[in-house]
């Protein structure tokens, strides 16, 4: 948290540098806008402000002399309410009113030079006037307090000549600045995160990480190196554990092939002995294929557990499926397969002529072991599906018997959507996924129409497995 208190820290003063190098501009340009407009009021041969427009020019042209004194036209007292205006006198040379229209009963109906001197430039009794000349005298019309007020200012022509110019330079500097000091801070901001970004990228690359720990990010470097080290001695710990694991399996398998031989070839002498009663001869019969179960189990523990850890080389040759899947069909009709269970073997015509690249050792383990899952866990028999075909270049295994199938739960656990798989038995399924996950596909579990789970692998065609 310190060190994100000090980036904040550094990251307001550099706010307040960059609001003060503003700050900074715009006084330097509304300088140089004075002098420009103290030059051009030097340059002029002295100050005018006038006070008329059109629509005073207007009004003064409707009034006319009459004998019986000044008249306004219909058209004059038009423009008069058109542009709101309340009242309005007429001065003549020694400042009496000769003319008045609306004009409040408090006013005076005559006024010194001073007093037209006060009021033409500002206010008369709180209504801001407006004055023309208009012969010797002055038309002074007012307007309503509550909808106007007056300022007078005086600009050189010069400036009002070169506002549009001041504006332009104004804008373009302040956004060359901000824009120019914006790219500063945050390059200096990208360059200080760029090790840290790269000190994460190598932590999940689980590569070591060793960052400079000095400037702004010096705690957050610090922490890094600091979990790097962590990771590096986990790691260490979890391979001399999983070293180990495979150690103890491997020595396990070793140390018990031995008597379970022993056992294996006893049984089946004894199996073979003509001698034996039937009940002893059942019972030397169950003893071999326990031990044959044992043997399987040993061998599925080492396998899975190579595989788990990359430990077991791959043997990759070139080989037809269609051929394989043939090879696996026909040895377990050759090894004695029960009356009860049909393998039905289908493969496509394009399938037929599909070459692949792979250990045809493990490929024919992955296939025994979906076969015999569906043998197994189907006593009374069963007529097992193995379909192959070609699909968007990958080619398709898909397995299926008439039993009940994989259960849900088994799928579940397979998939990781569940945990409990602790007291099933599952380990053939998940030495064929770890099988065909090593040579680039993937296995599904789909439903067929009756609800049951069956098997799918899916590996990628020989373009794919050649660009790998």
Known sequence: MKSLFKIIRRYISSTILLVAFVVLLNILALTYVAVQYEEGLNQTEGLASTSASQQLEDVAAQLEQTPEGYRISQKGLEILNDNRYIWGMLLDGSGSVVWEWQLPEDFARSYSLADVASFSRWYLKDYPVRVWEYGDGLLVLGQDPNLYFRIILVFSNVYLNAVSQYIAIFFILNSILIFGLALWF??????SLRPLARGVEALADNRPVLLSEKGITEELARKLNRTSRILEQQSEKLRQRDDARTEWISGVSHDIRTPLALITGYSEALAAEETLSPENHQRAESIRRQSLIIRQLISDLNLTSKLEYNAQPLHMTEYRPAVLLREIAADYYNEGL???????????????????????????????????????????GCRISAVLLSDSGHVIWRFSDSGPGIPRAVVDILQNRSDSGRRMHIMGLRIVMQIISAHGGRVLFPRNGDGAYGVEFILPGKEETDGR
Do not use: M, W
């Open 338 to 380: 029960a009356d009860c269970y049909d393998i039905d073997v289908n493969i496509s015509g394009e399938a037929e002529q599909i070459c692949l690249t792979g250990d045809t050792g493990l490929l024919k383990r992955a296939l025994r072991n979906v076969i015999g899952n569906s043998i197994r866990h189907n006593p009374e």
């Open 186 to 191: 945050g390059y200096r901001f990208y360059r």
